[in-house]
Nanobody, 126 residues
Framework: QVQLVESGGGLVQAGGSLRLSCAAS????????MGWFRQAPGKEREFVAA????????YYADSVKGRFTISRDNAKNTVYLQMNSLKPEDTAVYYC???????????????????WGQGTQVTVSS
């Protein structure tokens, strides 16, 4: 049974940092691309960041580029999202997702991912 469990969310002041983790029980973790998406109240879910199976290729939404860093540890079956210089507009539920390794054109689409975590709340106060 596939399980993705996010952790690390919380309340932080603007300008602060958080590190999200996603622990995966998913068979051969290194076969999967991993992504982070977020959904704010009243808005659609949006792509945040993704990383290919080897960790050599990463992708970011323009809104987080330069502030967020995605990484993975295939030995620990875990993907991370380091979030720095947080802004109130980063407030959302953040979801971890896994899909068989995919290319740059599809990695940003939530339909490309097969498995999802339950989400972790990130709240940034002004």
């Amino acid at each position: 049974q596939v399980q993705l469990v996010e952790s690390g969310g919380g309340l932080v002041q603007a300008g602060g940092s958080l590190r999200l983790s996603c622990a995966a029980s998913i068979g051969t973790f290194s076969k999967y691309a991993m992504g982070w998406f977020r959904q704010a109240p009243g808005k659609e879910r949006e792509f945040v960041a993704a990383i290919r199976w080897s960790g050599s290729f990463t992708y970011y939404a323009d809104s987080v580029k330069g502030r967020f860093t995605i990484s993975r540890d295939n030995a620990k079956n875990t993907v991370y999202l380091q979030m720095n210089s947080l802004k109130p507009e980063d407030t959302a539920v953040y979801y971890c997702a896994a899909g068989f390794d995919m290319g740059p054109r599809t990695v940003v689409a939530d339909s490309s991912y097969d498995y999802w975590g339950q989400g972790t709340q990130v709240t940034v106060s002004s």
